[in-house]
Structure formats: structure tokens, C-alpha cells
């Protein structure tokens, strides 16, 4: 089964903001991407760096403060009522990390369930939701109940399930977040595949397994990656936004392809162009090297593909040889 048109996903700007206890939270800020029909887009950040938070705005169940979100012709942040409630069930899957399959309804049941509840008729469901376990490998388990299988088994029921009203977007919150290493490598592998079919899939992980997989990494939070990690590839779209001033600065970033504009932000609130820079060439150096924050804005002037190195490495391999 494939979504009848293809249909791209266009996250625009997106900001989500809390005010809490005097402060203002700012899960979203002006976040933008592109995922093509047929892409796994993965959503990668440290914890409460909003994967929830977007997975909601974009499943339409959490209201975004501003921006835009639109799945093929559909502006998601404008629906209400009767519309959005038909976008959430017949666009939309979802798959959550703890599964929240019923466990009094058999394997086939449960993949059924989103079916039932938009009124389809039994046979129907119960036939498209066989189809689907068979699909997920689980055709000899579907009169089995949750608590019969294991968790991987169960995530791939959950897949099933996000999967039977056939939508074009398909979330998934932390797919792998409960499973041992032979079962996440079952639901990698089944993710990989069903990107195939033409919908778009967005997954949120730490799992850096889901990297390489992946059609686009979507980086969750101020900076990609983490000032322990070994050096690593980065990619942000034109337009994108790498380091922000004023943030903590924990990474340097060598341009391997693409440029990037260094802005810098006045106090009156606009911003004052600096420099281009190109291939070779390395930002951000200053401010994770003495423990500054950020003093410049720098953001992707192309399609960029940036190698992210923690000061210690930065210093080893690069500077040292700049001598
Ligand atoms: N209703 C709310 N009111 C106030 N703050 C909230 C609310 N919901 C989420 N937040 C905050 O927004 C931030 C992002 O939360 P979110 O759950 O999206 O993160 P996450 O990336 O999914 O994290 P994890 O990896 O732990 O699941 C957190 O700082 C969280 O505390
Ligand atoms: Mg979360």
C-alpha cells in the first residue's frame, strides 16, 4: 500500500514557546525542513531539545506559536475542527515509544483499532491490517496479545498500526528507545524499507543507528552532536541556522562542501553581515576553545556539509597542522 499522491512535507519557521515560571521556554524556535515523499527524515537532539514537541505540531495535536506546517496542498497550522480532526486520522500515523497497544486486543485487532474508529467496516480492517502484519513480519503472531510478544514484536505491531489508514506522514516517536540491539535493528530495517512506498516518515531517535539510514537528520536543540563525540558529519539546508550568538559553544565546524554567512546580531535588533566563508575554511573556534558563548551568528548560504570537532580534536588534527 502507497499514499494515493505524494505529498512533501514543508516545516516553515516553526516556533513553539512556553512560558514557564516567569521564563520562556523555546522548544521550536523558527525551526525549518523539507522531507520529499519517500524520506526518512530523523529528528536528532539530546532530551528536551523538542522532538515531542514537533512530532505533536506536525501530527496536528499540539498548536504550534508561529510558523508553518504543510503536507502536500494542506496548511496543517491553520486546520480546526472537523479538518483537523480528518487530518489526524486519515493523514496522519503515529507510533509511540511505549507502544500503547491494547492489551486485551490480539495483534491483528490492535492494528485495526485506527480503522474501526473511523468507522470502517470489520472485514475491510480486519483484511488491510492482516495485509500489514504480514508486511511487518508478524503474520503467524496476529491472534497473539501484546503480552505474548516481545518488545520488538510489539513496536512492529505499532508500526502496523501507524501504518493501516495508509497516510502520507508517518511519526514515530523514539521507535527503538525500548528494544535491544537485535530488535531495533528488525524496526530500523522495516522504517528503511517502508520509506519505499512514497509517504513521508519522521522519526525522532538518540539512536545514532538511525543515522546512516536516514535521508535528512533534522539537528533537535542549539548544536549538533556533543563535545565528546569524535568528529562528525553535519548537514544543514540553505537557509538553516548552524550556531546561534549568544548560545553555549561547545563544537568548531570545518566546511568540507557549500558556504556559510557569519551575521551578527546588533542591539537593536538587526543584524550586520560579516563574512562568507567556503570549503576549508572553519567557524566557531573561539568560543568553544575559551568557553565563550557564541559571538556570531553563522548560518548555511548553501546546502552545507560541515564536519563537527570538539576543541581538543579540533586543536589535534587541524590547527596543528595550520603551523
Ligand atoms: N506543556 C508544557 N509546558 C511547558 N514546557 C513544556 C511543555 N511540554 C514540553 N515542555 C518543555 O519543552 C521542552 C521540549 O520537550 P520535548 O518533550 O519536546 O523534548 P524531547 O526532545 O522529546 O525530549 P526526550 O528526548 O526526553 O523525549 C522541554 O524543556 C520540556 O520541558
Ligand atoms: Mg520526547
Redesign the pocket.
Known sequence: MSPSTPQALVVDQLSKH?I?SGYT?K?LDQLSFTASPGELAVLL?P???????LLSCLGGILEPTSGSIRLGDTEVTTLEGTDLDVYRRTRVGFVFQSFNLVPSLSALENVAVPLLLRGEKRGPAMKAAAELLDRVGLAERAGHAPSQLSGGQQQRVAVARGLVGDPDLLLAD?PTANLDHVQAEAVIRLLRELRDDGRVIVV?T?DARLVPVSDRIVK?GTEAGDAEDPPSEVRYLEGETIIRQGDEARLVYVIEDGSVDVVVELADGTEEHRTVLGPGRYFGELGAMMGFPRSATVRASTDVRLTAYNPTEFRERILSKED
Open positions: 512556553y514557564s521556554i522548544p537532539g532530551s528536551g531539545s523538542g522532538k515531542t514537541t523514539e525522532s538518540h533537535m
